[in-house]
């Protein structure tokens, strides 16, 4: 999930004033976390409150979304979605909107199987956006994530969304020059899952991602959840990404990642180096010590014996 913040807090300076190329500064201080970090920590922490049973996850969500958007006010959610944060009786809106999108990588990283990370992308998904591309564009996202981090190849990975989802048929350096600003599902995921297939590691894909323009925060978002459940997320990028969220941002992602163990880069056999825990988990407190102990996760690592190989899918 944490590939997902990086890729709005790198967007965030963007989002307005479009940059046609990759080379850029990568995290500076004129980023900031956005209403796509957010509402993913939301989510995030909606699945925790689940505890891995569901029915209610559509409940959970609607309060937590509430509740983290109300602390977050000046964040850049858009109108309808402002709505929905005020209103004493939320209901769904009929969106396509890419905020459906841009929340869901942690239904990815919870997932026990394909059927699941579905059922995890409609519930927290139609609460607001329950037009059909909404829904589909949170469930192309979250299945992304899910394939990445099981093993599906980038081919492979084309191919599954190229037949159920969106088609693949163009290049980013082909609509570099044209590609602009959307705010819909249909004019975001395809770009945003292009920018990863087309990438050769983490940062790669994000600058993918902000190399095109339109929605920066959102785009980068899209592609940072699926590149880190692919490559892992380099130990350097990760440290100086934590500084960007306060206390309790990262009380959530702390939490979700004890329950969820994210990967780290690849190792040199290709795999992701997986997180060894030795049954400890990252300690929770003030934002310091949670800075310190949620760097300490880069250097407790070793490869995961069970990992399954590139090209088998879950299902």
């Known amino acids: 999930m944490l590939g997902a913040i990086i890729g709005d ?16 500064d990568f995290l500076t201080f004129r980023c900031a976390v956005t209403d796509d970090s957010v509402m993913s920590l939301a989510v995030a922490q909606a699945i925790l409150d689940c505890d891995r049973e569901y029915a209610n996850l559509e409940k959970h969500a609607i309060r937590r979304m509430r509740e983290l958007g109300r602390m977050y006010p000046h964040s850049g959610y858009g109108g309808m979605f402002k709505r929905w ?14 905020g459906a999108a841009m929340r869901v990588s942690a239904c990815g990283f ?45 081919l492979e990975l084309r ?19 044209s590609y602009k600003f959307d705010v819909s599902c249909q004019g975001t995921l395809p770009q945003a899952i292009m920018a990863f297939l087309e990438s050769t590691g983490f940062e790669d894909a994000i600058r993918n991602a902000i190399s095109i323009g339109g929605d920066s925060d959102t785009l980068a978002a899209v592609t940072g959840g699926i590149a880190e459940a692919y490559y892992g997320i380099p130990a350097d990028i990760r440290k100086h990404a934590l500084t960007f969220l306060d206390e309790r941002q990262l009380r959530i992602l702390v939490n979700f990642e004890n329950a969820y163990p994210p990967a780290l880069e690849k ?3 290709g795999l992701p180096v997986k997180v060894k825990r030795n049954g400890k988990k990252l300690k929770t407190g003030p934002r310091e010590q949670m800075l310190v102990t949620g760097d300490m996760i880069a250097f407790r690592k070793n490869p995961h014996p069970a990992l399954r190989p590139r090209g088998r899918i879950l299902t």
């Open 267 to 269: 190792n040199g056999n």
């Open 110 to 154: 919870a997932a026990r199987n394909l059927e699941e990370v579905k059922l995890l992308s409609t519930k927290v998904t139609e609460v607001t956006h329950n037009h059909p591309e909404g829904v589909k564009g949170a469930e192309a996202t979250a299945v992304c994530v899910f394939l990445a981090r099981n093993g599906m190849n980038v």
């Open 9 to 24: 807090i790198v967007g965030s300076r963007f989002e307005w004033d479009n940059i046609k190329t990759k080379e850029f």
């Open 85 to 98: 944060l005020s209103s004493d009786a939320p209901q769904p809106y009929n969106s396509y909107g890419n």
């Open 159 to 177: 191919d599954y969304v190229n037949t159920h989802y969106y088609p693949l048929n163009f290049t980013l350096d082909g609509i570099r020059d």
